[in-house]
Every structure is written in C-alpha cells, then in structure tokens.
C-alpha cells in the first residue's frame, strides 16, 4: 500500500506540473483510471480539460490516441474498418483510433449522436465488433472525453444511457488569482511544461494497481448502504431518473480505490461519500418542473447524503 501510495503521489505531482492548483479533479481521475473506468471532464472552453487528459496520458507509459470529434467524424474513424487487401485479396482489419489504452475523446459533444455511439460497446465491452468480428482493445484501457456545456453552440448532448457509462464526471473551474500568475509565468517561457513531463508508472503497474483494488473489503453494512442511496434517488420527486444498477457499482468500486488509497483493506461509510458527487449527479436526470426552479442534481445528491443513514458498526 505504501508503494501505491507513492506511486499516486508522484502522478499527482507530475500532472500538476501543468494543471495547477486542481489536485482534486487530477485525484479523481487517477481514481477512475485504478477502477478501470471512464472520465467525462465537462467545463467551458479553455481551463484545461484536454491539457489534463494529455498530462494523464504522458505520465503512464501506455499508447494514447486522441480523437477530435467533429460534426463530420464517421463511426468507422473510432472503431476502425475492414477493406481489401489487394495483395492477398482477403479482407484485412484497420485499426481505429479507439485501439490504444489511453483515449482522449475531445469535444465529444460536438459530433454526432451516431459517432458518440460508436464509444458505447468499447467503453463497456472493451472490445469492438467490425463485421462480426470482435476485436479486444489493449489493457489498461480508458477513454478520458471532454465536452463543453450543453448549452453552448454546436453541441449535441450525451444520450442518458451513454452518461452512465462514463465512470465520473470531474469540472476544473477558473483558477485563482494566484494561481492564474503561476500559469502565465509556466506558459511563458520557452519550454512548454507539457513537453517536461516523464512518465511515472507503466502499463504493467497500472494493471497491478487495478488488481489491488479489487481486493477491497465492502462489507453487507456498506453495500446496503450504497443501496439505499441508490433507492433513495430513484424515489426523489425531483427526479426523473435516478441512480442505475451500474451506478451503484461504480460508488463501490470508487470506494474501494478510496479506501486503499487511505492504506486500509476495507471500505467505510466516508469513502463513499467522499465519491458520491462525481460518480452519481452527470447520471441523475431533473424533472423539468426542478430544473425551472434552479435545481441541480449536486444539490439533490447532497440531500441524499444527508437523509440517507451511515451505517454506524462495520
């Protein structure tokens, strides 16, 4: 546990090196990365959602791709296709740019809903089918997918069914005043700080790393407990949809990573809830009536974690 925890020190002080004063967004994508899951980083244009993926990327020595989707991008750019060998005249597989273990899908709201559905079988699967022929994508695998608000020109909002399927939703948000000077005087030098950053760990220490958190204790107390949020969601009059199965499954296993990443073999009640806000509200559909009074689903979400209650022996 040591040694992991060494590990993820050492990629948060890497990524930070160009992602200044955002720990808490970098930790939960590391986070996502030992659960082997997926990041939807949503925020306006220019905080850093794709210097963050990139920085990501560069610190782990796994092959990375990145995707600019486009309203023009076809399905077949994503998950590749198959065409005639001229040579030997039998029908030969092209990779797509989704066959890499780190994938940054960036703008992934800006291309159409038939290309975003491309992600879905490979995000879940790990695997595309061309043809009926299935292909395994590499290990570890993670697509990392930035998109702008909804609300903003030329985008195309993400299917409820292709949200849940983004392990957690992380924002960076406006840096501070200080901050802000740090990165200017980062930024203006002549050597970008992207083009400084090593990589900290490998393919192999990744997959060693996702293996130790499966081994995490969740006890009959907790996975109750994480059941009754679940339930409660799908009870709230505000919503009109709640938390999925899928969801549930992923608080767990978000726990878990918290729980080894605090050096103890077993989950307690404030892991979870330390995971609830990024792993449950992009899941959380509003009912229109609540979205007209200014309701979010942080704010229902932490309404939940109060009423909800802890399980006080483990």
Same mark, same amino acid.
């Given at each position: 546990?040591?040694?992991?925890?060494?590990?993820f020190?050492?990629m948060?002080r890497?990524?930070s090196?160009?992602?200044?004063?955002k720990e808490?967004?970098?930790?939960?994508?590391?986070?996502?990365?030992?659960?082997?899951?997926h990041v939807l980083?949503?925020?306006?244009?220019g905080?850093?959602?794709?210097?963050?993926?990139?920085?990501l990327?560069?610190?782990?020595?796994?092959?990375?791709?990145r995707?600019?989707f486009?309203?023009?991008?076809?399905?077949?750019?994503v998950?590749?296709?198959t065409?005639?060998n001229?040579?030997?005249?039998e029908?030969e597989?092209r990779e797509g740019?989704?066959?890499s273990?780190?994938?940054?899908?960036?703008?992934?709201?800006?291309?159409?809903?038939?290309t975003?559905?491309?992600l879905?079988?490979?995000?879940?699967?790990?695997?595309?089918? *061309?043809?009926g022929?299935?292909?395994?994508l590499?290990? $570890?695998?993670?697509v /990392?997918?930035?998109?702008?608000? @909804? &609300?903003f !020109?030329?985008?195309y909002?993400?299917?409820?069914?292709?949200?849940?399927?983004?392990?957690l939703r992380i924002?960076i948000g406006?840096p501070t005043?200080e901050q802000?000077m740090? *990165?200017?005087?980062?930024?203006?030098?002549?050597?970008? $700080?992207?083009e400084t /950053?090593l990589?900290v760990c490998? @393919? &192999?220490? !990744?997959?060693?790393l996702?293996e130790?958190?499966?081994r995490?204790?969740?006890?009959p107390?907790?996975?109750?407990?994480v059941?009754s949020?679940a339930?409660?969601?799908?009870r709230?009059?505000?919503?009109q949809?709640?938390?999925s199965?899928?969801?549930?499954?992923?608080?767990v296993?978000?726990a878990?990573?918290?729980?080894?990443?605090s050096g103890?073999?077993?989950?307690?009640?404030?892991d979870?809830?330390?995971?609830?806000?990024?792993?449950?509200?992009?899941r959380?559909?509003l009912?229109?009536e609540?979205?007209?009074?200014?309701?979010t689903?942080?704010?229902v979400?932490?309404?939940?974690?109060?009423s909800?209650p802890?399980?006080?022996?483990l």
């Amino acid at each position: 546990m040591a040694q992991l925890q060494q590990v993820f020190s050492d990629m948060i002080r890497n990524i930070s090196r160009v992602i200044i004063g955002k720990e808490e967004a970098i930790e939960y994508a590391l986070i996502a990365l030992l659960c082997e899951g997926h990041v939807l980083i949503e925020d306006v244009p220019g905080v850093g959602k794709t210097t963050l993926a990139s920085a990501l990327a560069k610190s782990l020595s796994c092959t990375f791709r990145r995707i600019q989707f486009t309203p023009d991008l076809m399905p077949s750019d994503v998950t590749g296709y198959t065409m005639v060998n001229f040579t030997s005249g039998e029908m030969e597989y092209r990779e797509g740019a989704v066959m890499s273990q780190i994938v940054l899908a960036d703008e992934i709201n800006r291309t159409s809903p038939k290309t975003q559905s491309a992600l879905l079988e490979a995000m879940e699967e790990h695997q595309v089918t *061309i043809d009926g022929v299935t292909h395994l994508l590499p290990r $570890p695998f993670m697509v /990392l997918a930035t998109q702008n608000p @909804a &609300e903003f !020109v030329g985008t195309y909002p993400l299917p409820e069914a292709q949200m849940d399927r983004f392990f957690l939703r992380i924002a960076i948000g406006y840096p501070t005043l200080e901050q802000e000077m740090d *990165i200017l005087e980062r930024y203006s030098g002549q050597v970008k $700080p992207m083009e400084t /950053l090593l990589p900290v760990c490998g @393919a &192999e220490d !990744v997959i060693s790393l996702q293996e130790q958190v499966r081994r995490i204790y969740c006890s009959p107390e907790v996975r109750s407990y994480v059941a009754s949020i679940a339930a409660a969601t799908r009870r709230d009059a505000r919503l009109q949809l709640g938390l999925s199965t899928r969801a549930a499954i992923a608080l767990v296993r978000s726990a878990q990573a918290c729980a080894l990443l605090s050096g103890r073999e077993y989950i307690v009640p404030e892991d979870v809830q330390h995971m609830m806000l990024p792993v449950c509200c992009h899941r959380l559909v509003l009912m229109p009536e609540a979205r007209m009074k200014g309701v979010t689903a942080e704010q229902v979400m932490a309404e939940v974690r109060r009423s909800v209650p802890v399980p006080v022996s483990l």
